[in-house]
């Protein structure tokens, strides 16, 4: 039987707390499982020309540009030896990043179901004792018990959803993220050039990404009652490092 794909239906059901703008929610949230699905499976996607003549996209299709995409979170919060980690948002986190040397417990989220379906049919056998798992959820429905992990990690999420939305996803963070635990997210860093072409073609590719600046992420970190620790800014993202309180 075909795995059952989640559709705007069902991601608005998941967002009704969100009250007056839960549609809009659920609409990016499926826009963004669809552009990593279609990802995911190696399908090609159909661009207008003049989108495909930007240096940006020549460098995305050949793969140069992943490496100015990625934030490495292990930077400003490297997983520690039985840390039970919470990845939001992690695509194929496990079986790309060194969980096994940092023999911390991974718990995954992820919107896209072919990136769910790849992490739990391979890393089990990569570490079944580290691997726990990948739910198929948005980022603010963390059905864990409340102070369940000592660090969470959200990047290339935030990007997606309009600053309130994360102000939703922060409370639910800070609800499973034990007292003193941190939380990496990293947002567009909107000072890089780079960082707008970027949003203009991930737009073409489906998931159309919502630009704030610096001051709008600082000021809903001290608003949610968290600790800003340390960031670091890159070409395209800055990450931060935050304590929960």
């Not at 490297?78 to 969980?99: A, E, H, M, T």
């Not at 919107?111 to 990569?126: D, F, G, I, K």
Request: proline share 6%.
């Amino acid at each position: 039987m075909a795995k059952r794909t989640a559709s705007n239906s069902d991601w608005a059901a998941g967002v009704g707390q969100l009250g007056q703008t839960s549609q809009g929610i659920a609409d990016a949230i499926a826009a963004v499982a669809r552009r990593y699905d279609q990802a995911y499976r190696g399908d090609a996607f159909e661009l207008p020309e003049e989108v495909e003549a930007m240096p940006i996209f020549h460098d995305w299709s050949s793969g140069r540009l992943a490496a100015r995409t990625t934030s490495p979170f292990w930077d400003i919060a490297q997983p520690r030896k039985n840390d039970r980690c919470l990845d939001i948002g992690c695509g194929v986190s496990f079986l790309i990043y060194p969980w096994c040397e940092w023999n911390a417990y991974f718990y995954g989220q992820e919107v896209s179901s072919v990136a769910q379906q790849v992490l739990n049919t391979r890393s089990p056998q990569l570490n079944s004792k580290l691997f726990k798992g990948v739910v198929q959820a948005p980022a603010h429905r963390l059905d864990y018990d409340p102070d369940q992990f000592d660090l969470a990690i959200a990047t290339g999420v935030s990007c997606y959803y309009p600053i309130d939305y994360w102000e939703t996803v922060l409370a639910a963070v800070r609800r499973v993220v034990k007292p003193g635990g941190i939380f990496v997210f990293d947002v567009v860093n909107t000072d890089q050039e780079l960082a707008e072409n970027w949003a203009i073609l991930e737009t073409y590719l489906g998931a159309e990404v919502l630009l704030e600046p610096p001051d709008a992420w600082q000021q809903l970190i001290k608003k949610s009652g968290a600790t800003l620790v340390s960031q670091r800014p890159g070409d395209i993202f800055t990450l931060y490092k935050v304590r929960v309180p």
